[in-house]
């Protein structure tokens, strides 16, 4: 009776007083169960204020509707037929993000960008990126600062949606589109609303682009400033910026990019 089966804490926590007067208290489940009932031996003769507890324990065990004759087997909570398959495991632990609901994976698989960028994406959204934050709770000591904007520490979330260098970036494509915007907390949450307002058809196709491109280039300059001490100015990252979304675009055969290219040629 000590391992936890009958709800949210062990039959031994609940009941130590009759636990201490088991003949077996290591006995299974099986060995004091039957399809005639429960078959539990004390020590000793119990006294007048101890049947009351036994009363309890068999209250607690005729509730459990878990018990039969058959075999025992290893189930998965997380299915109804109770079997483990890969593509269960990725839908409970991957196909959600905080909070219990669906995550925008489909978006990043089904992005026309480089596949080394959709896997940076998916480390993007699931808040898996080797940033400060990250290093910081899997034990690292260091002293974290946002290498873009030098005014507080680097977190996920920070360093790809409010950093005011980020921030610049999505304000670019935004005007460009003439898109109001408020930007949500989470990186997960961004793509599972960006698509959405991606208007006609043929716009989805660069517009899906732009979160991974935007990402993408902030990494870089992020790294770049980190490691090799070398520091764009605001034009160079939205310059590099840019061209790498055209570029992309052209790469896929996205063709509707008129606008985007306008802006270039004047820049």
Same mark, same amino acid.
């Given at each position: ?108 698989? !089904? =992005? ?5 960028? *959709?896997?940076? +994406? ?6 898996? /990126?080797? #940033? ?89 300059? !992020? =790294? ?5 001490? *070398?520091?764009? +100015? ?6 590099? /910026?840019? #061209? ?24």
């Amino acid at each position: 009776m000590k391992e936890n089966w009958n709800g949210n804490e062990a039959l031994m926590g609940l009941f130590p007083d009759l636990f201490s007067l088991c003949t077996n208290p290591e006995e299974t489940v099986a060995e004091v169960w039957s399809i005639h009932g429960w078959n539990i031996v004390f020590r000793r003769h119990l006294n007048d204020w101890e049947i009351g507890r036994v009363a309890e324990l068999l209250h607690v065990l005729n509730d459990f509707n878990g018990l039969s004759a058959e075999k025992d087997s290893i189930i998965w909570k997380h299915s109804r037929d109770g079997s483990l398959s890969v593509n269960k495991l990725y839908i409970k632990e991957v196909n959600e993000y905080p909070g219990g609901k669906p995550g925008p994976w489909k978006q990043i698989w !089904r =992005n026309k960008v480089p596949t080394k960028v *959709k896997c940076f +994406s998916w480390l993007v959204a699931r808040r898996a /990126c080797s #940033t400060h934050e990250k290093l910081k709770s899997r034990g690292f000591y260091i002293t974290s600062w946002c290498s873009l904007c030098n005014e507080t520490e680097e977190t996920n979330n920070h360093l790809f949606l409010h950093c005011k260098v980020t921030t610049q970036l999505w304000n670019l494509f935004l005007g460009l589109t003439h898109t109001e915007w408020i930007m949500p907390e989470h990186t997960a949450d961004l793509l599972s609303c960006w698509i959405s307002r991606g208007g006609r058809k043929s716009k989805k196709k660069w517009w899906s682009i732009i979160p991974s491109c935007i990402w993408w280039c902030i990494w870089k300059e !992020r =790294n770049s400033r980190c490691y090799d001490n *070398k520091a764009n +100015s605001i034009e160079k990252v939205k310059w590099n /910026c840019l #061209t790498t979304f055209y570029f992309w675009c052209k790469e896929e055969g996205i063709e509707d990019i008129a606008q985007i290219l306008d802006f270039i040629g004047t820049l």
